[in-house]
Structure formats: C-alpha cells, structure tokens
C-alpha cells in the first residue's frame, strides 16, 4: 500500500482566484491520478500524472484549468484556476501501486473546495 | 467502453448482519481488476478488496468478501457482522492497467 497526504484538506474560496493542492506519497510511484466528486456524485477522473511528462486530460477537462505538475516521483500538484461555484467538489488524488500481478488505487483523504 | 453499475442508491441493514452490495460491469478486455471502495462521510477514499478477472476463487478480506460471478459480469461486496462503522458509501470499481472508472455508489446504513 501507500500513505498519501494531501493539502488542504477543506478551502473557502472566493470565485476567480486560484487554489493549489498537493500530494505527497511516502513512497516512490509513476503514476499519480487526480479525481473530482461533485456533490453526490462518483468520482471523475481529471487526469493521470507521470512523472517527467505532461499529464494526460480526460475529455472535459483542460490544462489551462487543471494545470498539474508532477516534479519528482512522490509529489504532484492540481490548480483550480479562475475558480466558479461550478468547481465546488471534493478533489482526490491517487496513486498506483503494483504488485502480484495486480494495480491498485490507494487514495489521499481529499480536499473538499467551496467556492462562494 | 468499460461500465460500471450500481443499482442501489441506499441500503439499510440491522447490526451484525450480513449484506450485499450489488455490481456489474460491461468490458470487453479479457483481463481487468475489480475493486471496492468505502468512503465514509469525511470524504477519503478506503481500498477494501480486489478481484482479478482470472482469479479462480472469490476474493476475501476479513468481514469483505466479492461475490464474483464472471458469466454474468457481476461483482457483489458482501459484508459480513455488519457494524455501526460500516455506515458509509460504497463504490464498485473497474480497472485495467491504473485506468479506473466508478459506479455510482451505494450508501449503506448500518441500524443499531
């Protein structure tokens, strides 16, 4: 498995702005996920982050809106740029853990964003 | 197109009984994961069990155990000894390769 943290766990923002949140793993790992849950919804995912490359974009979601670093092989940020009510949601990241022939997902324990 | 579903918006159950979460999937890769997930009402995300689609025996964790029924691509969580702490949502999951995708979710409350 893996311990994640992840920064901040809950935000107040005001609309327009901007917020940065990171993830740090205890461990080395190549691939980072970033997910977002909507009020009462199942997770998306937003985009898979490796380590030495531009992140990968699900349909919907854009780099200019979720730009995401990924600078060495624990750490990785997500910005929620120009920030709208709409963004409002929990923001999960993930990483990939493989072994006996499986891959697993262990998660952070989210940061839950309001934008006011 | 992987697909993952769960029918059941809520369940209730009374205290140390057991309970089936119901889920199925539609994939047409021949080798993919199965997973479950809870996630309690401060937001994390807790791996419980993992079934592999070549696995020959249903997957075991303690009180969590997957009813996987590959001919009808289904795979049910079942919780045995329910406990007040179980009380949570609960998500299904497919995935191959690190690429996962969700059901819906389930909320499951557990009755003193």
């Known amino acids: 498995s893996a311990v994640i943290s992840q920064k901040p766990s809950r935000d107040i923002c005001q609309r327009g702005t901007s917020l940065t949140i990171q993830c740090q793993v205890d461990?080395?790992?190549?691939?980072m996920f970033w997910y977002r849950q909507q009020p009462g919804q199942s997770l998306t995912l937003i985009a898979t982050a490796n380590q030495g490359s531009e992140a990968t974009y699900e349909s919907g979601f854009v780099i200019d809106k979720f730009p995401i670093s990924r600078p060495n092989l624990t750490f990785s940020t997500l910005t929620v740029s120009n920030m709208s009510p709409e963004d409002s949601s929990i923001y999960l990241c993930?990483?990939?853990?493989?072994?006996?022939?499986?891959?697993?997902?262990?998660f952070g324990a989210g940061t839950r964003l309001s934008v006011l | 197109a992987q697909k993952i579903t769960q029918t059941q918006p809520g369940m209730f159950v009374q205290e140390k009984e057991a309970v089936t979460l119901d889920c199925t999937y539609d994939t047409s890769d021949p080798s993919y994961g199965l997973f479950w997930y809870k996630q309690p009402s401060s937001g994390e995300m807790i791996f419980l069990i993992y079934q592999g689609s070549y696995d020959q025996q249903n997957a075991t964790e303690g009180r969590y155990s997957l009813n996987f029924q590959k001919a009808r691509k289904s795979a049910n969580l079942v919780i045995s000894a329910s406990q007040l702490g179980d009380s949570a949502m609960y998500f299904c999951?497919?995935?191959?390769?690190?690429?996962?995708?969700f059901g819906a979710g389930t909320r499951l409350t557990v009755k003193p």
């Open positions: 999951a497919m995935g191959n390769n690190n690429d996962m995708r």
């Open positions: 993930s990483v990939g853990v493989s072994g006996r022939a499986k891959n697993i997902q262990y």
């Open positions: 461990s080395q790992v190549t691939m």
